[in-house]
């Protein structure tokens, strides 16, 4: 496993950003720049447009840089450290590259749902991760981001590959982000993971430079996938998540009435990104099928105990900290 970025390497980042201005200036207003590879009709961009931005409109204006068109995938928590952004919605693999201990929110079949994903962030077990966060990125992590169950997704019909087993994934060239936690768990449902930003998965599922990808249903749909793909295997491998990540740096400018505001707003914000998201996934499998894909449950239970295995005594298990997935398992059901 290797870290991109060590932490003092981010010291420096963040001792330079001090010394730039962190805020631009409009009308008085400060300009709160978020970029996601998300799109503009993502659930969380959705919400963060129609409830985070009136909410901070007195002092503040939210500008939103959807499909990774200011900043590149994985590369937002760096530019926030760096002055260059104020905000993104960051997941927990990125967070690892920087704090490899992040990775026990991004391994496999941890949290069992969105509920769980809250109380987890809310509970105290999280402080020390969003101190760390803050002390040496300069990011302030608001709210935890539902972004939903992910499953496999592939171009070949189920007729040529019926996916039971990780076993049945031996071969299967399977998009993933890049970056280390996410190709683990890559390995660790039994495919083949191939590293690739999230804008460049429709072309590549159409010209079958991969064999398929892993994503939530609302996402499958919002990005088109269905129309490149010929089933879905619900896995359901990550419930997965996203923080909303804020510059520690525009943060300290804040009067303390601004700064409830603005906490209160990402927690508005991702509440209701988190009930859209669930209304989707309840929906959207008979869509799917009526697109003329199959969507099927594999053998849950292999996949769960395969993937726990391959964490057991891995680089990234040894980096949590003592009695924190017992205390995240006590959380849940
Ligand atoms: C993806 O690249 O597959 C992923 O789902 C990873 C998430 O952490 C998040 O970055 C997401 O893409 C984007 O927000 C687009 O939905």
């Given at each position: 496993m290797t870290t991109r970025f060590t932490r003092r390497a981010m010291i420096a980042l963040c001792a330079a950003a001090l010394a730039t201005p962190t805020m631009t200036l409009a009308q008085d207003k400060i300009t709160l720049r978020m970029s996601t590879p998300a799109s503009e009709t993502d659930q969380r961009s959705v919400a963060l447009a129609g409830v985070f931005a009136p909410a901070v409109a007195g002092f503040a204006t939210y500008q939103p840089h959807y499909n990774a068109s200011l900043i590149a995938q994985n590369s937002e928590l760096e530019a926030i450290a760096s002055g260059d952004l104020e905000m993104s919605i960051a997941s927990a693999q990125e967070l690892a590259q920087f704090f490899p201990e992040f990775s026990i929110f991004a391994t496999g079949y941890v949290h069992q749902d969105a509920a769980h994903q809250v109380a987890v962030f809310n509970d105290a077990l999280m402080d020390p991760f969003k101190k760390t966060v803050e002390d040496e990125?300069?990011?302030?992590?608001l709210a935890v981001m539902y972004l939903g169950r992910r499953h496999v997704n592939l171009r070949q019909s189920k007729d040529d590959l019926t996916v039971t087993t990780p076993a049945d994934l031996a071969g299967v060239n399977l998009r993933m982000p890049g970056t280390d936690a996410w190709q683990f768990l890559g390995r660790a449902l039994g495919a083949n993971p191939t590293p690739m930003a999230f804008t460049e998965i429709y072309t590549a599922l159409q010209t079958g430079s991969v064999d398929g990808q892993d994503n939530p249903l609302p996402t499958v749909v919002d990005a088109k996938f269905f129309e490149v793909t010929k089933q879905v295997v619900l896995t359901s491998h990550l419930v997965d998540l996203n923080y909303v990540a804020f510059s520690k740096a525009v943060w300290d400018d804040l009067t303390p009435d601004q700064q409830a505001t603005v906490q209160q707003a990402a927690v508005d914000a991702a509440e209701t990104a988190r009930i859209g998201q669930l209304a989707k996934e309840e929906e959207l499998v008979s869509f799917l099928e009526e697109k003329g894909l199959d969507v099927y449950e594999p053998d849950l239970a292999a996949f769960r105990s395969h993937v726990q295995q391959q964490y057991v005594g891995s680089e990234f298990a040894a980096s949590w900290p003592e009695g924190v997935l017992e205390r995240i398992n006590a959380l849940g059901n």
């Open positions: 990125l300069g990011v302030k992590l």
